[in-house]
């Protein structure tokens, strides 16, 4: 059964760094991108970016290039959503997904809280 | 700022049928696979329909999907009280870099 877990609700101040996680068992994690989706409070589902973990490519969209970093860790089967100082809107829940060849995102995480406030 | 436009809400009665548009371009849904997505918040989304018009395993048939030019559809016949959720249209590919607007706006289903 594939799955993917994500870490739990971070509480931040602005200007810390933080690092959530992805980990996916089930399939063979080096095989498939995952990807990281935004969704701030009241609005869409925004797609952040993506990253191949059998040879670490990464693809962000534009709007997140140069405010995150998208890893993973093939060794541990786990992908990663990095800041490294966060801000106010920053606020907002975050899923891992899968895409798959013809790019459908088949399996999501649940979903990860960061809230960071003064 | 997302370059598929959907309606921001649709409504019905229980056992009716509601129809969400998704609204691109030549260089989005023209070109490429759309699928479509049932979310609650707070939890995580979960696949309709790939590649325009196909269901994942256990996505019910009362759920369909079509596409036509620069434009997509989800269909919903028999609307359950379970189909109130947010429902989002997405199209990119593998061989573009990302664009911002994977994803449309987002369509709120309510059941009256």
């Known amino acids: 059964e594939v799955q993917l877990v994500q870490s739990g609700a971070e509480v931040k101040k602005p200007g810390e760094s933080l690092k959530i996680s992805c980990k996916a068992s089930?399939?063979?994690?080096?095989?498939?991108?995952i990807g990281w989706v935004r969704q701030r409070p009241g609005k869409g589902l925004e797609l952040m970016g993506i990253?191949?973990?059998?040879?670490?490519?990464?693809r962000y969209s534009p709007s997140f290039q140069g405010q995150v970093t998208i890893s993973a860790d093939k060794s541990t089967s786990t992908a990663y959503l990095q800041w490294s100082s966060l801000k106010a809107s920053d606020s907002a829940m975050y899923y891992c997904?899968?895409?798959?060849?013809?790019?459908?995102?088949?399996?999501w995480g649940q979903g990860t809280q960061v809230i960071v406030s003064s | 700022q997302s370059v598929l436009t959907q309606p921001p809400s649709v409504s019905a009665a229980p056992g009716q049928k509601v129809t969400i548009s998704c609204s691109g371009s030549?260089?989005?849904?023209?070109?490429?696979?759309v699928s479509w997505y049932q979310h609650v918040p707070g939890r995580a989304p979960k696949l309709l329909i790939y590649?325009?018009?196909k269901r994942p395993s256990g996505i019910p048939d009362r759920f369909s999907g079509s596409k036509s030019g620069t434009s997509a559809t989800l269909g919903i016949t028999g609307l359950q009280t379970g189909d109130e959720a947010d429902y989002y249209c997405a199209t990119w590919a593998w061989d573009t870099s990302l664009s911002d607007g994977v994803f449309g706006g987002g369509t709120r289903v309510t059941v009256l």
């Open positions: 990253v191949f973990p059998d040879d670490s490519d990464t």
């Open positions: 089930g399939y063979r994690f080096t095989n498939y991108w």
């Open positions: 997904g899968r895409p798959t060849v013809t790019t459908e995102i088949d399996f």
């Open positions: 030549t260089s989005n849904i023209g070109k490429f696979y």
């Open positions: 590649e325009n018009n």
